[in-house]
């Protein structure tokens, strides 16, 4: 269960998602945490969703807005099996 944490500062959306853990970051951690199987063979994908939190938050301060790669990001027009 998640639910929503403010603080009263000014975020971006992504910002917003990783403070209250709905971002996608978050959730693949989740899934590598919950998923007994996965383990240590996906330490490396857990330490490498923690660096890309870090460095999304280190731009959207510098910058104060999400980098382009989050903010203009758009689902793929057609989806493999989907018309």
Do not use: C
């Not at 853990?21 to 693949?28: A, K």
């Not at 383990?39 to 939190?53: I, P, S, T």
């Amino acid at each position: 269960m998640r639910g929503y944490k403010e603080q009263g500062n000014i975020n971006t959306p992504l910002e917003l998602a990783m403070n209250n853990q709905v971002d996608r970051f978050s959730l693949v951690i989740d899934v590598i945490n919950r998923v007994p199987s996965l383990g240590y063979r996906a330490a490396h994908l857990k330490e490498q969703m923690k660096e890309e939190m870090l460095r999304n938050r280190s731009y959207a301060y510098t910058h104060g807005t999400d980098a382009e790669a989050v903010s203009q990001w758009t689902w793929p027009q057609e989806i493999q099996g989907t018309p």
